[in-house]
Each structure stands twice: as C-alpha cells, then as structure tokens.
C-alpha cells in the first residue's frame, strides 16, 4: 500500500460508530481511559440506525410494569431468551435513555413537559451521539475500516485496517478492544446498511471467537420495490394486493413471498386515517420522501412491494458473549450491538422493532465500561510486543492470484442467500447445495490479489470475504438446529422440538466447528 | 442514489465528502466535489441533510447509474426538502420532537411487541 501507516495507541479500541460504538466510546471515556474509535464510513451518519430511527423498549418506572413486560419478552423469545439479561437490558435502555434526555435529544413531550422517549430519529440520534463522543475526549477516526484484529499471547491488543481518504494503513493498539461493527445484511440494499457486511463477525473468528445464533439471520423486511427504503412499522396500515387487485388476505411474510415469487405484490397504505396519516409523515419523515420525490400517494395508490433481507441486521445471531460484562471467549475482546449475539434477549424471534436498539445501548454501556475497566488492569508492556504489526505485511505473505470481480462475486454470494427458496423457506438439501457453493466461494476468495495501491479493493475483498463467511456460518448453524423455531423455519423439520432446547454455537473460518449448548430457558427461567 | 450536485449552489465546504457513509464524493481542491462512485450510494439521503446549502439532490430510485447527472425543474424545486423535512438547518429546529411514533405503537402494539 503507497503511501503509509499510523500508529495510535490506546486503552480501549472500539470498531464501530453506530449506536453501540459509539455508547460503548462514550462510557470508556467516561471513566478515564483513553479511547480510539475507528468507523468505515463516518461515525454519526453510519450504520443502520443513522440512516432510519428506532423504537425503543418502553420502559417504565413501575416494578409491575417492568416484571410483566419482561414476561412478555420471554415468552416470546422461544425459550431462548434469558431473564437475567432481559432485566439488564430493561434497566440498561431505562439509563440510556435518562442520558439521552440530560445529554439535549430532542424528545417530543407528553401533556405535563415530560420527555416521551421511546423513539429515536437516526439522524438527529448519532450526530449527537458523535457531538458526544468527540466531548468525551475520544480520538475519531473516520473512513477507517478496520480489517484484521491484531492478538498476542494475551488475547487481542489491537487491530488494524485502512483509511479510505487517505490510502494510508492504521494500526491502534489497545488493551481491549469492542466489536461493533454492526450485522451483515449481504448489500441487499436495506436502508443504511451497505456498510454492513459481517466485518466484525470475520475479525472476531478469525482471533478464535464463537459466534452464536447464527441460524437467526434470515430476516427479511418489507420495501418498496424501487427503493432502499425497508420500513415494517407502517405495513401495519396496509393492504396488499396483487396485480389484478385482489387483496391477498393472508399477509404473513412467508405466504406474501410466495405470492411475490410468482408475481408482482402492491401495497396501498389505506387503513390510515386523516389524524393517522400526519402521524406516520411526523414519525418516518424519509418513508414519505421517497413517495413525494416521485410524486407518489402511498395512501391513495398502490405501490410494488419486496422482500429485501435483513440478514443479522434484524436477525439475532452475532458473535457468542461469555457473561454480562459482553466479553467473548477471547481475552480483550468485547462484542456489542448487532455485531453480538442479541439471542439471550430476542430467542429466535426478530430483534428489530425495538429489542436491538435498546441492545446496542445497553451492551454499548456493559462493554465500554468493561473494556475500560479490563484497560486498567492490563498492563501496557505486555501490549508493546506487537507494535509496528502492519496489515499487508500480513496480507501479502499469501500467493499472487489474479485480481477476482468483486461485483461478480458479490453476486455469487447473494444468490445463495437472498432467494426465498433458499433462506426463507430452509430445506436440507438447498442449505446444503448452498453451503458447497460457499465453501468454494471462500477457497476462491482466499487467493484473492489486489492492487497494493487500492485500497477500495482491498477493502472490498474483505468485505467479500466476511460476507461468505457470515452465509457459511448461517447455514452450518441452520443444518445444525434440526427444528423450525423463530425466523429459522425448516421446511424438513416444520415443528418446534419442545424437548431439546439449546442453542448453536459456531467457530472457525476455514474449517468450521458447532456444538449444541444446552439451554434451560422457558418463560419462567430465572 | 445520488443524482445531482448544484455547482452553483455549492460552497465547497466538502461535508458530504465527510459524512457520506460509503464514499461516493471525492474531494478536489479548489472545487466542488466530485460525485466519483455513484454506484456505491446507498440511498441514505444523509449528504443532503448535511449539506448546508441544499446543493445535492438524492433520487429515491436505487438504479439511476445511466441517468444525466442533471435534474428536472420538478426534482429542482425539491432541493433541500428532506433537510426542511427532520428541521436541520438555520433558524430551524429539529423535528424530532414532534414525533409521533409513540402513538402509532399504542395502536399496534403491546409492551412486548406487535399484537397479533
Ligand atoms: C431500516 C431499519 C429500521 C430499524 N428499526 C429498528 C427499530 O425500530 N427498533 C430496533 O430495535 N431496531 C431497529 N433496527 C435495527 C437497528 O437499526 C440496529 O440494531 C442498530 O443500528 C444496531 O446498532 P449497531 O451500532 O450495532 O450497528 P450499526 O448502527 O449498523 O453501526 C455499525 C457501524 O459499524 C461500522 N462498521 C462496519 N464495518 C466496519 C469495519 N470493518 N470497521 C469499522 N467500522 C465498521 C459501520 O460503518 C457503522 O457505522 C432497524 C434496522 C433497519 C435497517
Ligand atoms: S456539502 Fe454541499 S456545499 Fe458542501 S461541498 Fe458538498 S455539495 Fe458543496
Ligand atoms: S445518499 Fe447516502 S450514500 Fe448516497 S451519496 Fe448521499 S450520503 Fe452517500
């Protein structure tokens, strides 16, 4: 690579600039460490939050309300949720949000001046939380994706990648390190998400993570066809139609993919009313956008409608906490947001709506104020032992091969991961022809070569790679959990196996391992 | 995706050089922007809010990669509209605090989600 490499060293090294990133620099800094963190885009306008809103959990003070709604959480979790870390993301999110209010987010007011907080505009949300961030003292570093963690005896101390601007490599070593880079929605297009790509899930693996629930990772949302703009909140008010303008009356998301593979399904939000319809505009200013630009009435006409996927992004599956502080199995590294497992507090059942995004406050707050305090503990010597590691250095041991496609290869990939019939709908042996083909896809993109002056490509291939990484270890999982239970619906096994509960644990990236892990969760798990 | 840069209107302050979560603009000295990898838009519409001259103009298509970068008088007279739209900007202030998302989850859902 031309033109460089910076060094920064640091207690704490946070990958990622969405909500979770920057929540977990936040609370780092917050106790005296010193805090780098490094976003491949730009943190404030990055990530899956920053380009939508979210709901939050509606979190009360009353102790009843708190235990029924916890209840309700855990029941609907399919066995796999946890009451323990459903009570810290309850607690968590009621904190955060309390933060949010000192911190000036604009919440809108009830009838006595008090702060309604249960709703997030994405925008407005991370451009304070970067004012905030960049207060508490943390150094920034913007375009930089990070491309490889950098482990020693001790675990992880540090990582390394790229700088998109500048062409420049970056090292930062630190003594503990948060992953939280987000999910993987495969660049299908989902809002804000096509800086998402499972990087943090490869970098993890590769220091010897376990990732979890990674079967949890089929989520599809719905979206006008000719946009980005995936939005499930206000189909609430819809009908769907198809081309002839029958209604379709069964609007389950598997039974509308059916009608969507053999012909073209149309929405009309018609069930709004007057008061309702100023209320959506209020709530989902860019879902209305998209409509005015193209001089489109979502409520008077009808408009075509996909199924774009999610991946993790909504999903739950993510790389495997060991306890409640968010550490992983690594020593130093820490997991939060999408880029962690969101099981133990959504099962099997979507974390989108309003569960993730308390999770990327709550492991956000957990990981940062761990990392900091793991930070004090550790001592810099045994950290300097690495210093000067360089990414191509690394990188370039490999043998040259031709520089691959990557828009050919992106494809590759999405062809075994978007179509319904292969991820929507599960059968063994699709998985299975799926999975050969990705496993050449990675043999393949492991002797990729690219210009040593580009770092797009460079940056790219990574991509790529994490990405068939991220659909190897959905399918392995999936083969693996001989069920249907959540948004994993195997169509070979359409029941749910009452009398084996466990969860799916996965390693490894050229030879991948899972091991089933007993749960004893039910609804009245304490 | 990305569709339009106003050379006029621009003030080549390169904010959304910054912002753009995917790179799509490059820097260049003395200039306006470059819109250098408009494939990689993402539809976000973030430039736009962070312009502060509502110089760029974002299509709600996601395929418009062989379109002119030029827009119509309509998409002219909508300069700036997602930015009026969330309140950033001069003497205005964020709409955030009118939303009202709250009330249309009390109609849908319960503590634990959608109601089915
Ligand atoms: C349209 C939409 C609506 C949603 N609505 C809701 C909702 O109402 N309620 C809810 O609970 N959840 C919702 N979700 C999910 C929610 O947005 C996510 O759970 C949340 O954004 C996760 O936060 P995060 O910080 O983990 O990840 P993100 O917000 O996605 O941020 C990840 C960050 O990591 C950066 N990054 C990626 N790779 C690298 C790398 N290699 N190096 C450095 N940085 C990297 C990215 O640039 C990005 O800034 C929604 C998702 C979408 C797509
Ligand atoms: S943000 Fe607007 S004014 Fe600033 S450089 Fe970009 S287009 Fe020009
Ligand atoms: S819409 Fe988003 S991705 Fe596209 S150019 Fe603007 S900021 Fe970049």
Partial sequence: ??????????????????????????????????????????????????????????????????????????????????????????????????????????????????????????????????????????????HSPALKLITGERGVSGAAGVNLETGEEWSVHAKAVIIATGGCAFLSRALGCNVLTGDGYLMAAEAGAVLSGMEFSNIYGFSTEFSSCTKNFLYHWATFYREDNSVITNTDKRALAIEMQRAPVYARIDKASDAIQVAMRRSQPNFFLSFDRLGKDPFRERFPITLRLEGTVRGTGGINLVDDTCATNVPGLYAAGDAATREFVAG???????????????SGRISGSAAADYALGTEAAAMRTQLHFRFTERHSAGKPARSMDMPSIVKSIQEEVIPYDKNLFRTETSMRASLARLNDLWKTIRLNEHDPNDVRALVRSREAASMIATARWMYTSALERKESRGMHQHDDYPAQDNGALYRVLISGVDSIRTQREPQSGGPDRS | MIKYLSEDRCIQCNLCVKVCPTSVFDKVADHFPTISRQEDCQTCFLCEAYCPVDALYVSPMLDNTNEPLTVTPEESAMLGSYRQAIGWGKGRSSTASLDMTHILRDLVEDDAGPRS
């Fill in chain 1, 348 to 362: 099997a059942t979507t974390g989108g709506g309003h569960i993730n995004a308390s999770w990327a406050i709550c």
């Fill in chain 1, 1 to 142: 690579m031309g033109s460089g490499l910076k060094t920064f060293e640091s207690d704490v090294l946070v990958l990622g600039g969405g909500p979770a990133g920057t929540w977990a620099a936040y609370t780092a800094a917050s106790q005296g460490v010193k805090v780098v963190l490094a976003d491949k885009g730009y943190c404030g306008s990055s990530g899956a939050t920053a380009a939508s809103g979210t709901n939050l959990w509606h979190v009360r003070s009353e102790p009843a309300r708190r235990e029924a709604s916890i209840r309700r959480f855990l029941s609907r979790g399919n066995g796999l949720a946890n009451r323990r870390w459903l009570e810290i993301l309850y607690d968590h999110t009621k904190m955060g949000t309390e933060q949010l209010i000192e911190l000036g987010y604009p919440f809108p007011l009830d009838e006595h001046g008090r702060p309604i907080s249960r709703n997030l505009q994405g925008p407005e949300y991370m451009r304070l939380m970067r004012k905030t961030v960049r207060k508490a003292g943390v150094v920034i570093l913007d």
